[in-house]
């Protein structure tokens, strides 16, 4: 027979198949698993997108480009090929003049297209309301913080001498769009127009500049740019996009990938365990019809070939059907969410069904292969001799092979290989682990059977008669419960662990520069208006010179190093480690530490320069070298919002330098004026508010709050419909079991009870392992992934075993319906 006509045949029979139950259940099984992939990856999808698109507002444009030296034109061009807007900016610092005053400022010129994205948020008068501006300022204007106006004793209207130039002081800027950067700089920000920068005279050869260049465009030409550029980039060039470019903000934004990916992963897992249990199934339903072909002349390969081509068919139709029903789906729960989600969501795309499509082949060729090829070993002899089965294909490699497409699945789903391998390598080893356990406790339960309840005595007696189904439907009913509760400490514990990091009264205004004679009054100020504030931290700025000795422009020529050797960086020194920091490696200070120097570095920039504790560190602080010693490696909590530090010194080490302090405080947005006398009396302060940002950050929270709400509405409908498939598969028993009750004399009632007993006791002991496993699984990703405290969830302890004995007892019966009220011939009709 050919192989054009092994295909016709198996289309055929496929045909037919799509008849009985077990086809159609397989076929459900994976449109539902293309379905919730499809309907949860576009919904997040777009969501997510929509996040990145507000939070590129942030930085002024999807992509920069950071260079200290002028920036290759090439990169514009290019991106101007690929039909993407392009803004260019310069900076510089210089000294501004006015009133017989001299302030050194931070410069931004600005093209005439600048901002791409986000706007310049302005004010007419010294802490007014906010105005939103998509543009910067004019040729002939600038646009200056409050503190450079205030330093130089001008206003509004004024004018300003920068260079060989004097420009009109038009608007007061509050925040620029381009938020990258220190918000701890002591020197103001003013934004001009680079059109005007020429007729300064400030900017000649040898001049400390650094060039930006901002793009926008469409997702795909953003990829198409990134990926150009790569190869492209000198050592002084750095591209970020919104992840790289604001430790708060892109964090936060990380943070919502994660929590949206995580939900996305846990439907297509589920979606396999019940495609496992199904594939199962089905490939014993067939091997009679596999001796049968045997015995019409069939070879085993040729036997394979047909079940292998059924399956694909089988594939292709639930994928299919599954993914465009999914995505026609998420439209309508856009629909219904829409009043509470951002109105500009991105439009949709045709990447997460062709996921989804490829996925749920993918899931169900690998994962039913391994029965199915259980085919081609049947016997021909079983058309006579029933109770012969084939000897089972070892399955390791395929299951190795799944695990490995699962992980890849879920790092395109996630973009993080931590979270893709911590969840499917350890959910797959969990269901082996689910096998194991529910077999040992099956057993240990039958040995105290006499001492348990009769209820529970049945219930056992149900699950130990077919033990190989029963330990099934632990493992899968223990991996659903498992990963919804996983779901429902995203939405609760997580997210308020992590709103808790932004509460309402978080300080929005930054002190800094406040002089240590009048730290006292400052503080009393702030205590006499009633407002919250943070310590006072004392601050130095220093410059990290040498490592172990070398000089860091030898370890790290043409500006290859981390941008903290590029500048000063702020340096504080503590007796105490704060809260939310922690020791990652070496201790903290001791009496020893004084005399070492003894410093301590945020891990991330210790990884960044490759030191580690016990490293010699050199710092040349007011034109002083101080040679230090790394005692420790400590973790930062960048998006909290409080004054932070990459060094920290011992105290006693710094003290005799000149300092500054520097503080946070909440103040309510309608006490701008108060800002303004608080300057007057404190004139060498610089008060900068951070009210915007916050602001943005609580939208990504809210925003994937509502996501993983609804997603968990999706991921709980899945489950539940994936346990009602897992509950038909072993329906051919219970259609056996009840023929031969019935024919015995049973009435429905007593069936009805003994079905009733065997799922209570598969809802308690599937609950069991499910909180067992949930609480290991949660623990690891608190602390290892989501890096926030992990406590018991004792809650869940009632509400699992709750959940797990309404779902399984209100889908078991519906799924038994036929059972309990067909007549012993029907049942006997149905399994002949």
Known sequence: MSYLQLCKLSFKHWRNDLRSSEKRLLVLATLLAALSMAMISSFSDRLTRTMEYRASELIAGDLTIFSSREINPEYASKAQELGMEVSKAMGFSTMAFANDKLQLVRVRAVDERYPLKGYNQVADEFYGQGTLLAQGPEKGNVWAEERILQKLSIDIGDTIEIGESEFLVERILQQDADRSGSLFSPFGRLLMSKADVPATGVVSEGSRLWYKQYFTGSESAISSLDEWLQPKLEKQERLRGIT??????????????????????????????????????????????????????????????????????????????????????????????????????????????????????????????????????????????????????????????????????????????????????????????????????????????????????????????????????????????????????????????????????????????????????????????????????????????????????????????????????????????????????????????????????????????????????????????????????????????????????????????????????????????????????????????????????????????????????????????????????????????????RTFGANEAMIRRRIRAEYVTLAMLSSILALISFESISYALYLFVFNVGWAPHFALWIGVPALALLSILSSGFYANRDVLKASPRQLLQDIA
């Open 244 to 741: 790289e470019s604001q430790d708060n903000v892109g964090g936060a934004l990380a943070k919502a990938q994660q929590y949206l990916s995580l939900s996305s992963l846990i439907s297509v897992l589920l979606a396999a365990v019940a495609i496992a249990l199904c594939a199962k199934q089905y490939s014993e339903r067939h091997f009679n019809t596999a001796a049968l072909l045997r015995c019409l002349g069939a070879s085993s390969a040729q036997v394979r070939t047909i079940f292998i081509v059924k399956l694909a068919l089988t594939a292709l139709l639930g994928a299919v059907l599954g993914a465009l029903i999914g995505y026609v789906l998420h439209f309508a729960l856009l629909e219904v969410v829409k009043d509470i989600l951002p109105k500009d969501l991105m439009d949709a795309r045709w990447l997460p069904v062709l996921l989804s499509m490829l996925s749920a082949v993918a899931v169900l060729m690998l994962i039913a292969l391994a029965p199915i090829l259980n085919l081609n070993k049947v016997s021909p002899v079983r058309v006579l001799r029933r109770e012969l089965a084939p000897q089972s294909v070892r399955a390791n490699v395929f299951f190795i092979i799944a695990v490995a497409i699962m992980v890849g699945l879920a790092y395109l789903l996630s973009g993080s290989i931590k979270l893709a391998i911590v969840f499917v390598v350890g959910l797959a080893l969990l269901l082996l682990v689910y096998g194991i356990l529910s077999t040992l406790m099956l057993s240990a339960l039958n040995k105290i059977q006499h001492k348990l309840p009769s209820f529970v005595q049945l219930g056992l007696t149900q699950l130990t008669r077919h033990q190989y189904y029963a330990r099934s439907q632990v493992a899968a009913f223990a991996f659903i419960f498992t990963s919804v509760a996983l779901i429902w400490i995203v939405r609760g514990d997580l997210f308020d662990n992590w709103q808790a990091q932004v509460p309402e009264g978080t300080p929005n205004h930054f002190a800094i520069n406040i002089l240590p004679d009048r730290k006292d009054a400052f503080a009393e100020a702030l205590d006499n208006k009633g407002l919250a504030k943070s310590a006072f931290y004392p601050m130095v700025r220093g410059r990290l010179t040498h490592i172990n000795g070398e000089n860091v422009s030898d370890i790290y020529p043409d500006d290859e190093g981390p941008n903290a050797l590029r500048r000063e960086l702020n340096l504080t020194w503590s007796s105490e480690l704060r809260k939310d920091e922690s020791i990652q490696s070496g201790d903290w200070f001791d009496d020893t530490s004084v005399q070492n120097n003894g410093i301590s570095i945020e891990e991330e920039l210790a990884r960044r320069l490759d030191v580690n504790v016990g490293d010699k560190v050199r710092f040349n602080i007011a034109g002083q070298e101080v040679e230090t010693t790394i005692e420790s490696l400590r973790s930062v909590k960048w998006e909290n919002f409080r004054p932070n530090f990459y060094v920290v010194f011992a105290d006693g080490v710094l003290n005799d330098f000149h300092h500054t302090y520097i503080n946070s405080f909440y103040l309510p947005p309608t006490e701008g004026k108060w800002l303004v006398q608080l300057n007057q009396k404190f004139k060498a302060v610089t008060v900068i508010e951070i009210e915007q940002i916050l602001n943005q950050v609580r939208d990504i929270l809210a925003q994937t709050t509502i996501a993983v709400e609804a997603i968990l509405m999706l991921v709980l409908l899945c489950a539940l419909v994936l346990m009602f498939a897992t509950l038909l598969s072993t329906l051919g028993l219970r259609k056996h079991e009840a023929a031969l009750y």
